[in-house]
């Protein structure tokens, strides 16, 4: 029994992402948004309110990366 190498699609032709690239998009918000967290607590504890606003302005940005990953 053969693989007809011509019927065979792949995930790219078909259009689909890969679980692996689906998970690395996910594991990138969220060392994002730890990133933002520590800013944020690192500018609270400096007083620097420039970093705090940085922490926070990444922590939203990867919790709407989040909800989209979440909504595909």
């Not at 594991?27 to 007083?47: C, F, H, I, N, T």
């Not at 926070?56 to 990366?65: G, T, Y």
Request: zero cysteines; aromatic letters at 0%.
């Amino acid at each position: 029994m053969e693989i007809d190498k011509d019927k065979v699609i792949t995930q790219e032709e078909a259009g689909e992402e890969s679980p692996t690239d689906q998970v690395e998009d996910r594991v990138e918000a969220e060392m994002k948004r730890a990133e933002g967290r520590a800013k944020k607590r690192v500018g609270e504890g400096l007083q620097d309110d420039a970093l705090e606003q940085e922490g926070r302005d990444m922590e939203r940005e990867a919790e709407r990366e989040l909800d989209d990953e979440a909504q595909k």
